[in-house]
C-alpha cells in the first residue's frame, strides 16, 4: 500500500473507530431506556427512512461518481469549484423537494418499511418519529458531498470526524430527557435532524478552510452536471436495490416485536470492524485509484488495491471469527441492563453471529468498487446489485417460516457474498490493476489460519471466563481478557507463520506519523 493511502485509511479508520466507540455509547444508553420494546421499535424504523435515502441518494450512489469527476478536475487544475457548487446547488434543489414529499408520505412510508406496526402502536409512534426526524436526508446528504470534497482535497481528519458529532449529540440528549423527564422517543426523534444541522455546519466550514465556498444558488443543468446524472444513475440504482434489501429484513422483523431492535444493534456491533476498516479503505481507495487510473500508472493501482485488500482482510477475516464465537458475551456485556433482558441478549447475539459470517463480504465490496467507479463505471455494479437483491428477497421470504427474524440477517449474508463474488469475477478483464500479487495469495491462507487459531482460543476463554462474564462488577474485565486474549493469539500465531511482518507494521506507523 502506498505511503499515502495506508496513512489516508489509518486516519480515516482512527476516526470511525472513535465513531463507533461513541455510537456503541449511544446504543447502550438506548437500549438501557427503551429496550426492544414498541417505542424502540418505532423509532429505529423512523431513523432508518432518512437513512436508506441518504444512502441511496448519497454516500454510496452520488459520491461515487462525483468524487472520480471532482477529483479529476482537481488534478487537472479545472474549474473544479465551480462544478462542485452545480452540483451542491442541484443536490441540494433535489433533496428539499423529497424531504417535503417524503415527509407528507410519511404513512406511506412507514408502512412500506414495517407493515407488521400497522397491527399495534408501534405504527402511529413511527410516523411522529418520522415526520419529526425526515429532514435529516436534507442535511447529512449534503454533508456526503462536502465530504467527498474534502476527501479529495486530502482532508481525511475532518471527513472522519463528521459521524462522532451525531453520536455525541445523541447521547447528550438522552442524558438531559432522563435530568429533565422528557419523552425520550420523542427527545430522539428532534436530536436527528438536529445532528444533521451540526454535521452540515461543520463540514461547510471545512470545505471553506480549504479554498471551497458553497452558496445557496438555483441549480444549472450544465454539461457536466448531465454527465455526472448519467454516470450516478446506475449507482443510484444500484444503491436503491440496497436498500431495497435492508426494505425485505425490515418487514421480516418487523412481524416479531422487538426484532428490529435486536437486528440494529446486532448491526450496531458488526458495523464497527466494517466501518473501521472497509469504508475507510472504500473512501480512500477511490480517489487514490482514479488519480493512478488517469496517469495510466497500472502498476501503482495494483500494489493500492492488493495491500488494501490484504489489510482488509488481515482485520476483518478475525473479526468475523469473533462476532461468531463470542456473539453471546459481546452482547450480554454491552447491552443488557436496564430495559435490555435475557431474550433480547440472545436474539441480539444470534442476529450478530449471522451478521458477522458475511463481514468480509462486504468488506470486499468496499475493496472492489473502486476499481468501477474509477473507471466511470456504474452500470456492472447495479446488475450485480440486482441479482443480489433476488437472493436476498427470496432467501428472507422463504426463511421466515422457518426461523423468524432470523431469516433477514442470514438472507442479507448470502446476499453479500453473492454481490463479493460478482464483483470479483467482472473485475478480472480490467487490467493488471485488478488482479491479486503473489504477496496476497500467499498470505491470505495464513491470515485464515491465524484467525481459526484465534477462534479456538475464544472459545476457550469463553468458557473459563463464563462465572466473570455473570458477574455484573467483573464482566467488563472478563470481555477485555477475552478480547486481548483473542487479539493476542492472532497475531501470535499470524507473524510466526508469516501471515504478517512486524517491520510492515512498524512502517505504517512511521508513515502515519509522517
Do not use: C
Not at 346 to 351: S, V
Not at 410 to 425: D, E, F, K, R, Y
Request: net charge positive; hydrophobic share 60%.
Amino acid at each position: 500500500m502506498t505511503r499515502s493511502l495506508i496513512r489516508n485509511v489509518v486516519t480515516l479508520g482512527g476516526w470511525t473507530l472513535l465513531s463507533r466507540g461513541a455510537g456503541f455509547a449511544r446504543d447502550i444508553l438506548m437500549a438501557s431506556y427503551l429496550g426492544a420494546g414498541p417505542v424502540a421499535d418505532a423509532f429505529l424504523v423512523a431513523q432508518s427512512l432518512p437513512n436508506m435515502f441518504r444512502r441511496f441518494f448519497a454516500e454510496g450512489a452520488f459520491n461515487s461518481a462525483f468524487v472520480p469527476m471532482f477529483s479529476k478536475k482537481v488534478e487537472a487544475g479545472e474549474d473544479a469549484q465551480a462544478f462542485a457548487q452545480d452540483a451542491f446547488n442541484a443536490m441540494a434543489a433535489l433533496l428539499v423537494v423529497f424531504t417535503v414529499i417524503g415527509t407528507l408520505a410519511m404513512p406511506w412510508l412507514v408502512w412500506a418499511m414495517a407493515s407488521g406496526f400497522a397491527a399495534d402502536s408501534r405504527f402511529a409512534l413511527a410516523v411522529t418519529f418520522g415526520e419529526i426526524g425526515f429532514s435529516y436526508i436534507l442535511f447529512i446528504s449534503l454533508v456526503a458531498l462536502l465530504s467527498g470534497v474534502l476527501v479529495t482535497k486530502g482532508r481525511f481528519t475532518e471527513a472522519g470526524f463528521v459521524p462522532v458529532l451525531m453520536n455525541l449529540a445523541f447521547i447528550a440528549a438522552m442524558y438531559l430527557a432522563d435530568w429533565q423527564g422528557w419523552d425520550m422517543g420523542l427527545t430522539l426523534a428532534w436530536t436527528l435532524p438536529l445532528t444533521g444541522a451540526l454535521q452540515f455546519a461543520y463540514t461547510w466550514w471545512s470545505a471553506r478552510a480549504v479554498g471551497h465556498r458553497f452558496t445557496l444558488g438555483l441549480p444549472r443543468l450544465t454539461p457536466e452536471l448531465k454527465r455526472l446524472a448519467i454516470i450516478a444513475g446506475p449507482a443510484i440504482l444500484a444503491g436503491g436495490v440496497v436498500q431495497i434489501n435492508l426494505l425485505v429484513g425490515r418487514q421480516v422483523a418487523s412481524f416479531t416485536e422487538g426484532a428490529v431492535a435486536w437486528l440494529s444493534y446486532a448491526d450496531r456491533l458488526y458495523q464497527l470492524p466494517l466501518g473501521v476498516v472497509g469504508i475507510a479503505i472504500g473512501t480512500a481507495l477511490l480517489p487514490d485509484l482514479s488519480r493512478r487510473l488517469r496517469a495510466g500508472d497500472a502498476e501503482g493501482g495494483r500494489a493500492s488495491l492488493n495491500r488494501g485488500a490484504e489489510f482488509a482482510l488481515a482485520l476483518t477475516i478475525p473479526a468475523a471469527v469473533a462476532l461468531v464465537v463470542i456473539a453471546m458475551p459481546l452482547v450480554e456485556v454491552l447491552f443488557q441492563r436496564g430495559a435490555f433482558g435475557a431474550d433480547d441478549t440472545a436474539n441480539t447475539a444470534l442476529a450478530l453471529a449471522a451478521y458477522g459470517l458475511g463481514l468480509p463480504a462486504f468488506v470486499l465490496h468496499k475493496v472492489f468498487q473502486p476499481l468501477y467507479y474509477a473507471r466511470e463505471d456504474t452500470r456492472r455494479p447495479f446488475r450485480f446489485a440486482l441479482w443480489s437483491m433476488v437472493v436476498n428477497a427470496g432467501l428472507a421470504v422463504a426463511l421466515m417460516p422457518v426461523i423468524g427474524f432470523l431469516a433477514a440477517a442470514l438472507a442479507t449474508t448470502v446476499s453479500g457474498w453473492i454481490m463479493a463474488g460478482q464483483l470479483w469475477w467482472g473485475a478480472r478483464r480490467m487490467g493488471a490493476e485488478a488482479q491479486f500479487d503473489a504477496r496476497f495469495r500467499a498470505r491470505l491462507w495464513r491470515i485464515a489460519v491465524a484467525a481459526a487459531v484465534m477462534g479456538a482460543v475464544l472459545w476457550v476463554l469463553a468458557i473459563v471466563l463464563g462465572p466473570m462474564l455473570d458477574t455484573r462488577a467483573l464482566r467488563w474485565f472478563a470481555l477485555a481478557g477475552l478480547i486481548g486474549g483473542g487479539i493476542g493469539s492472532y497475531f501470535g500465531t499470524g507473524f510466526l507463520i508469516g501471515a504478517f511482518r512486524l517491520a510492515e507494521f512498524k512502517a505504517a506507523l512511521r508513515r502515519n506519523k509522517g
